[in-house]
């Protein structure tokens, strides 16, 4: 697993590459609170499109991020998962929780 990362305006954009498992759950988590110790974002933007899997453990990595960010008053979207992915989201039912967006297109203007 590798994750980039780049700012866009007031948002901090992350793309994960690779499934995303409990071999890389440590490299996740400790790779976004590295990315997060900046707190001049209003929001992160996940971008799943290079993720093909995302199990249980990375689950709750995202659970934990998404409250975090909530708790700090910043918003935080899944963009572009793909079909597996998103089929994960809906049987877990995080898409209720979770903001997801079929595109970087489909993100509310901030």
Known sequence: MKINSETRAQDLV????????MACQPQLKE???QLLAD???KRIIIDLSLVPFVDSACL???VSLVKDLKAA????FFVSPQEE???IFQITRLDKMFMICESMADLPVI
């Open 39 to 41: 707190s001049k974002f």
């Open 60 to 62: 709750g990595v995202f």
């Open 85 to 87: 992915v998103a089929a």
């Open 14 to 21: 992350i793309k994960p590459e690779g499934a995303l498992d």
């Open 73 to 76: 008053k910043k918003e935080s």
């Open 31 to 33: 790779g976004l609170a």
